[in-house]
């Protein structure tokens, strides 16, 4: 049960927080104070905002384009305005990166004729805003405009794509916004960077029975908003193909909905600091609330995955493959480390469209009830394609197998009826007591605080990449935390037990390696949040590697308490989170070695032992070196971090008296 305390309701425009100085004119203030927020109506609504006393985002055009509505969400005249602040205490269900979440900041709603509405929001981390509807009939939304202006020699993380048509697994092309062609596309979310070093990071939440946004080049250097229209007809790409479509007709709208309703919020997290950005839970906040009244069948947890090592075992008696007594060698692998769950991936049922019974070489019944034994769940990997208008009896047929999880691939859409089908997936499956995890999807847009047995979506380009390319890089890794990993959890699959430095890694589709150090890989165990969050390579190469294997089972998957210590966008990141009385740092640094000084001082009044997975002194010429250390320190002591070229550094820290409590 969400918590809510109200501290403040109704403001009058006299004061500070919030004020109309002119008609039509209108300035938000965020509750600190940093962030202004300034809005114009008249012909258009035009807003923008200063951080600091420094313009960071210009102004700025948005409207509305409903059918058959022409004043509605485009005409700007004779509003009424509203004034709130409000201050909530808000309780995580599944916590990815805080348990308990501040939810602070003044709002201002105007209110046009023809039942529009527009909210904007103002908090210390950043600003948001959306459109209302109280329209008695349904209604289609042609479009909906967002001219985003910057100051001049802003940059961005830019993920570009060719297509809306995509999985949004792309690289992050640091990028002048002023070189953008017009109608060249990104995905979100997207990191801009002022030339006063203010950055801001754009997403989305509460996006539901909407398509999703991408944003494209304009003229000088401004950002415009573009949205995959309503599908009316989508084939496969060729005959017999399985997951990849052509969209063959779309409609001349983009979303048919009801009228009266809220749209999702824009959010524009703002900052001088690049550690506010990964410890901002904004979308979090402007998602809807917990719609399950029961959840504590939800478990987080890791889970042992296939498909990355190609089910290559070593030193066994059988035949290693998709059958059942390799996944049996995965279930005594999972038990062996305490590790919540294995999946079955491709190949596991009958073919990849009827996934209703098992392939001959696989007894899912026998699987179940062996991981039963040991206390290991399943979770079973399928095409969106046959489950989409199935999901009734299909998840109803996994929860009466036993199964406890379902890991739903090759989405590649953003449209209305794909962002329908999330939902619809996500409830149908807390109905059979399923967790979810999106692959070949969007990023999270909030649906996970609604239905938390959504625990990850992929929407990155992560070690799967290693299989055939070089674009999962220590930059590429260290920029994820600032852009990707902002609007939720990432279904990265960390682990990989072969490491290389650049200059000795090499592609294989079966034995893949990764790039960096083999602490680069333990360190995403805490600085990557992912509440189902996988080990990607083969149970034999952990076996192997037991001192490492043994250090990252004891890694939790979700958090009550997270502090960025040191952070630079795509150079470096030092993370601390808690989980109950224990305290994790992962340290991630780009190609460049870096030594790092950190302090302590977030620790509790108590003694700890430290356990640390260092790179070894010898990681620069060998990346699969690394040292296991121990030591005692408590909240007066400073470290020094010494990360070798796409280095990694983690620490597990237990309490070793109790001289006090941790507040």
């Not at 114009?40 to 006393?53: A, E, F, I, P």
Request: aromatic share 12%.
């Amino acid at each position: 049960m969400i918590k809510k305390i109200f501290f403040l309701t109704l403001l009058v425009f006299s004061l500070p927080v919030a004020q109309k100085v002119l008609a039509g004119n209108y300035k938000l203030e965020s509750p600190d104070k940093n962030m202004v927020l300034n809005v114009t109506t008249g012909d258009s609504l035009v807003w923008s905002v200063r951080y600091k006393d420094k313009p960071v985002i210009g102004r700025t055009g948005i409207a509305l384009d409903i059918a058959g509505f022409p004043g509605c969400g485009r005409v700007f005249k004779n509003e009424k305005a509203a004034i709130t602040s409000e201050s909530v205490d808000l309780v995580a269900v599944v916590p990815n990166k805080d348990r308990n979440i501040r939810d602070e900041y003044n709002q201002l709603t105007l209110r046009f004729r023809d039942g529009f509405s527009v909210e904007f929001r103002a908090y210390d981390e950043g600003v948001a805003y959306r459109f209302t509807t109280a329209l008695k009939s349904d209604v289609k939304v042609n479009d909906e405009q967002l001219n985003l202006c910057f100051p001049r020699g802003t940059t961005a993380l830019f993920p570009q794509e060719k297509s809306m048509y995509s999985h949004c697994e792309r690289a992050y092309l640091h990028i002048s916004l002023d070189t953008i062609a017009t109608g060249s596309f990104c995905s979100l979310p997207v990191l801009f960077s002022t030339a006063d070093s203010v950055r801001i990071l754009f997403s989305e939440a509460d996006l539901y029975d909407y398509p999703g946004l991408f944003l494209k080049g304009g003229t000088g250097g401004m950002m415009q908003s573009a949205f995959p229209k309503y599908v009316l007809r989508a084939v496969p790409a060729e005959k017999g193909a399985d997951r990849n479509e052509i969209i063959e007709r779309e409609a001349d709208y983009i979303a048919a909905t009801s009228g009266t309703r809220s749209y999702p919020w824009r959010i524009f997290i703002i900052t001088g600091d690049d550690r506010a950005l990964v410890e901002s839970n904004l979308v979090f906040k402007l998602s809807r609330p917990l719609k399950l009244a029961e959840t504590s069948w939800i478990k987080p947890g890791k889970v042992a995955w296939d498909w990355y090592n190609a089910n290559i075992l070593t030193g066994v008696d059988f035949k290693s493959g998709i059958n059942t007594e390799t996944y049996k060698y995965y279930i005594d692998f999972a038990s062996a480390y305490g590790l919540e769950y294995i999946i079955l991936d491709e190949g596991w049922s009958l073919s990849t469209t009827r996934i209703l019974a098992s392939n001959p070489d696989i007894d899912i019944q026998e699987l179940v009830n062996y991981g039963k034994s040991k206390n290991v769940g399943i979770i079973l990997w399928m095409l969106w394609h046959p489950l989409d208008g199935n999901e009734e009896q299909i998840l109803k047929t996994y929860h009466d197998w036993g199964i406890k999880g379902i890991k739903v691939d090759f989405m590649q859409r953003s449209d209305q009826y794909m962002v329908n089908s999330y939902a619809r997936i996500a409830e149908v499956a807390a109905k059979y007591q399923l967790l979810v995890d999106f692959h070949g999807a969007f990023k999270p847009s909030g649906l996970s605080r609604a239905y938390p047995n959504v625990l990850t979506h992929e929407g990155v380009r992560g070690n799967e990449n290693n299989k055939w390319s070089e674009y999962a890089s220590p930059e590429h890794n260290v920029s994820l935390p600032f852009t990707r990993m902002v609007a939720g959890p990432m279904d990265y699959t960390p682990g990989a037990m072969r490491n290389a430095q650049k200059k000795d890694f090499g592609i294989s589709f079966n034995n893949p390696m990764s790039m960096g150090t083999r602490c680069h890989q333990v360190a995403m165990y805490v600085v990557y949040e992912s509440p189902l969050q996988m080990l990607c390579d083969s149970p034999s190469l952990y076996y192997r590697e037991n001192e490492t294997t043994d250090f990252i089972s004891r890694i939790p998957s979700v958090w009550d308490e997270t502090i960025v210590l040191k952070a630079k966008v795509g150079d470096y990141i030092v993370i601390a989170r808690r989980k109950d009385d224990q305290w994790f740092i992962g340290a991630m640094t780009d190609w460049s070695p870096r030594k790092l000084e950190i302090d302590l001082s977030f620790l509790p009044e108590s003694a700890f032992l430290m356990e640390v997975m260092k790179d070894g002194l010898n990681a620069g010429k060998n990346a699969n070196d690394y040292k296991h250390d121990k030591m005692e320190v408590n909240n007066r002591s400073v470290i020094t971090l010494d990360l070798a070229p796409g280095g990694g550094w983690a620490a597990i820290l237990n309490v070793t008296d109790t001289g006090s409590e941790h507040k």
